[in-house]
């Protein structure tokens, strides 16, 4: 339920994953797309010829002194340098292809935002187990929000804080 399109709209589950994504131009910036990164374990680049997806080059793996990872925003941030030939790419289309670890070890992470998700999916179980109301229901989201909602609609409502977790497109 917490991975449905109404909440997460993936596995939450610890998992492994490579993203291809345009760098920023000027800044070597590339967006991871799921969070919560857990760690990064490769990064390379390339230069495009075009915004079409055309490739001039093979992937180019960085050392990790060549890259940092930020992930309290999901960023990678490359450091452009002489020593692999991209000085001048902050003007040219570029891209990297980012190998990383993301989600949560539910059975061992007892940090807020886990709990949190638990809390989410407890909630959803129990109140499934009540009989089906008619018309609105009162409810409670994980994070306190209160509302009179369609009761077809209450999944929408109890799972909209894990949409945080959606991949950036």
């Not at 917490?2 to 590339?30: K, M, N, W």
């Not at 490769?42 to 990872?69: A, D, H, I, M, P």
């Amino acid at each position: 339920m917490c991975e449905s399109t109404y909440g997460a709209d993936r596995p939450l589950e610890l998992q492994s994953f490579t993203d291809i994504v345009d760098l920023f131009p000027a800044s070597g910036i590339a967006l991871i797309k799921r969070s919560p990164v857990v760690s990064v374990s490769s990064v390379s680049v390339r230069r495009k010829v075009n915004n079409f997806g055309s490739s001039s080059s093979e992937w180019q793996l960085l050392t990790s002194n060549e890259y940092s990872v930020d992930t309290q925003i999901n960023q990678v941030n490359i450091n452009y340098s002489d020593n692999w030939g991209m000085l001048g790419a902050r003007r040219s289309p570029m891209e990297a292809k980012i190998v990383y670890t993301s989600g949560f070890n539910f059975a061992s992470d007892t940090s807020q935002e886990a709990n949190n998700i638990r809390s989410i999916c407890g909630r959803i179980v129990s109140y499934m187990a009540q009989p089906v109301a008619i018309g609105k229901a009162n409810i409670t989201d994980a994070v306190g929000f209160q509302a009179y909602v369609s009761s077809d609609n209450f999944l929408g409502v109890f799972l909209l804080p894990l949409a945080k977790y959606r991949p950036r497109g």
